[in-house]
T-cell receptor, first 115, second 115 residues
Framework: AQKVTQAQTEISVVEKEDVTLDCVYE???????LFWYKQPPSGELVFLIR??????QNEISGRYSWNFQKSTSSFNFTITASQVVDSAVYFC????????????FGSGTKLNVKP | DAGVTQSPTHLIKTRGQQVTLRCSPK?????VSWYQQALGQGPQFIFQ???????QRGNFPDRFSGHQFPNYSSELNVNALLLGDSALYLC??????????????FGPGTRLTVT
């Protein structure tokens, strides 16, 4: 069975603080994909990153960075120097290679960045 | 280049009624997936359509049905509405055959309220 757990329901930080959003996943597949999406109040899911199970190299994109560790089945997301515009709900998702983009989402972490 | 569009934006229905939600995929995409997102939860996969056929289905009752048209647009139908069907319904499009490595583009969603 596939499962994604985001244990942090809500996080509040002050602008310019760094914040890490946790994601733990379960799968028996050897090949899979992990994603992070951002959902602002408008509701539309915005794609942030995709990582396949063969690539454990960490990635940095501007203020965003991702730490993928297969040994602990985690795919954590860090925002450096957070900004008010980062306030949103963030979802981690898992997809199987042979399952045609059927995504398994976590329950999301609501990030509040205060000025 | 238009992204994924959904209509209507909001909808209010009464228990027992039927509802139809519509989705137009991103240009060049041929696969449409539907997700249900209850308040405070992550999106849950309902089903996916490709070549006008249902290819994958999540754990949803038969009251949930769909259709895909030759132009790749899709409809989600829900019969005998229950209060628990109140949710944000998200449509996602992608290119078939690319498996989990393809990025799914999500629409803004339709907010359904059942009273």
């Amino acid at each position: 069975a596939q499962k994604v757990t985001q244990a942090q329901t809500e996080i509040s930080v002050v602008e310019k603080e760094d914040v890490t959003l946790d994601c733990v996943y379960e799968t028996r597949d050897t090949t899979y994909y992990l994603f992070w999406y951002k959902q602002p109040p408008s509701g539309e899911l915005v794609f942030l990153i995709r990582r396949n199970s063969f690539d454990e190299q960490n990635e940095i994109s501007g203020r965003y960075s991702w730490n993928f560790q297969k040994s602990t089945s985690s795919f954590n997301f860090t925002i450096t120097a957070s900004q008010v515009v980062d306030s949103a709900v963030y979802f981690c998702a898992l997809s199987q290679l042979n399952n045609f983009n059927k995504f398994y989402f976590g329950s999301g972490t609501k990030l509040n960045v205060k000025p | 280049d238009a992204g994924v569009t959904q209509s209507p934006t909001h909808l209010i229905k009464t228990r027992g009624q039927q509802v139809t939600l519509r989705c137009s995929p991103k240009s060049g995409h041929d696969t449409v997936s539907w997700y249900q997102q209850a308040l405070g939860q992550g999106p849950q996969f309902i089903f996916q359509y490709y070549e006008e056929e249902e290819r994958q289905r999540g754990n949803f009752p038969d009251r949930f049905s769909g259709h895909q048209f030759p132009n790749y647009s899709s409809e989600l139908n829900v019969n005998a509405l229950l209060l628990g069907d109140s949710a944000l319904y998200l449509c996602a499009s992608s290119l078939y055959g690319t498996g989990g490595e393809d990025e799914q583009y999500f629409g803004p969603g339709t907010r359904l309220t059942v009273t």
